[in-house]
C-alpha cells in the first residue's frame, strides 16, 4: 500500500499568517494516464471532511484563493494564506492513484 | 443541493452483521462513483469501499482490512448506495461517511452513521 506521511502533525498558526502542510508518498502517485491523484481535505470539528484542493492544484469550488497546492512525483505542498478562523481543523492528504486509496494521518492547524 | 443522508448505524456485537445505507440526493446519482470511508473515534480518515458506475459495470474495490467482510452496493432506481458489513470486529467501530465523485474524487460527503461493535 501507499503510505502518505504528512507533517507536521499539529500546526500552531496565527490569525492572519501562513500554514504549511507537507505530504510525501513512498512512490509515485503519477498515473499511467498521465494525472497525478494527490487530493487535500479539511475536516472542522464536529464536521464532515470536505474537498479543498483536487489533483494536486486545483481548488475545488467555493474553495478561497487562499488555499493553494502544489508538488509533484512524491513530495506535495498545501499552502494557507491569511489563516482566518474558519481555516481550523484537521487537514488530510489522500492519494487516489493507486489502490488502496490512502489519507495521511492528519495536520491539526491550530491557533498558536 | 447535493445531499448525502446515512442511515442505518447503531450497537452490535462481534461477529453481528449491520447494513448501513445513504440516500443521495441534488445530482445524478447513476453517473457518480459512490464511496464508503470511516473515521474511528479521534483517528484519522480511512477508505473503506468504491463501487463505479453501471458503464464501469459497477466494478467494487476494498481495503484489505475489510475486504471478504464488507459488501458495497447500489441501487440507481432509488439513488441509494449500501454497505453490508458482515462478521464485525471491534476495530471497525467508526463513523462511517458515504462520499460521492460528482465532478472529481469524493467532492461531496455525508453527515456520518455511528456503527460501534462491543459486546
Known amino acids: 500500500d501507499v503510505v502518505m506521511t504528512q507533517t507536521p502533525v499539529s500546526l500552531p498558526v496565527s490569525l492572519g499568517g501562513q500554514a504549511s502542510i507537507s505530504c510525501r508518498s513512498s512512490q509515485s502517485l503519477v498515473h499511467s494516464n498521465g494525472n497525478t491523484y494527490l487530493h487535500w481535505y479539511l475536516q472542522k470539528p464536529g464536521q464532515s471532511p470536505q474537498l479543498l484542493i483536487y489533483r494536486v492544484s486545483n481548488r475545488f469550488s467555493g474553495v478561497p484563493d487562499r488555499f493553494s497546492g502544489s508538488g509533484s512525483g512524491t513530495d506535495f505542498t498545501l499552502k494557507i494564506s491569511r489563516v482566518e478562523p474558519e481555516d481550523l481543523g484537521d487537514y488530510y492528504c489522500l492519494q487516489s492513484t493507486h489502490f488502496p486509496y490512502t489519507f495521511g494521518a492528519g495536520t491539526k492547524l491550530e491557533l498558536k | 443541493a447535493v445531499q448525502l443522508v446515512e442511515s442505518g448505524g447503531g450497537l452490535v456485537q462481534p461477529k453481528e452483521s449491520l447494513k448501513i445505507s445513504c440516500a443521495a440526493s441534488?445530482?445524478?446519482?447513476?453517473?457518480?462513483?459512490m464511496y464508503w470511508v470511516r473515521q474511528a473515534p479521534g483517528k484519522g480518515l480511512e477508505w473503506v469501499a468504491r463501487?463505479?458506475?453501471?458503464?464501469?459495470?459497477?466494478?467494487?474495490y476494498y481495503a484489505d482490512s475489510v475486504k471478504g467482510r464488507f459488501t458495497i452496493s447500489r441501487d440507481d432506481s432509488k439513488s441509494m448506495v449500501y454497505l453490508q458489513m458482515d462478521n464485525l470486529k471491534t476495530e471497525d467501530t467508526a463513523m462511517y461517511y458515504c462520499?460521492?465523485?460528482?465532478?472529481?474524487?469524493?467532492?461531496?460527503w455525508g453527515q456520518g452513521a455511528s456503527v460501534t461493535v462491543s459486546s
Open positions: 441534488g445530482f445524478t446519482f447513476s453517473n457518480a462513483a
Open positions: 463501487i463505479r458506475t453501471k458503464p464501469n459495470n459497477y466494478a467494487t
Open positions: 462520499t460521492a465523485a460528482i465532478t472529481t474524487v469524493m467532492d461531496a
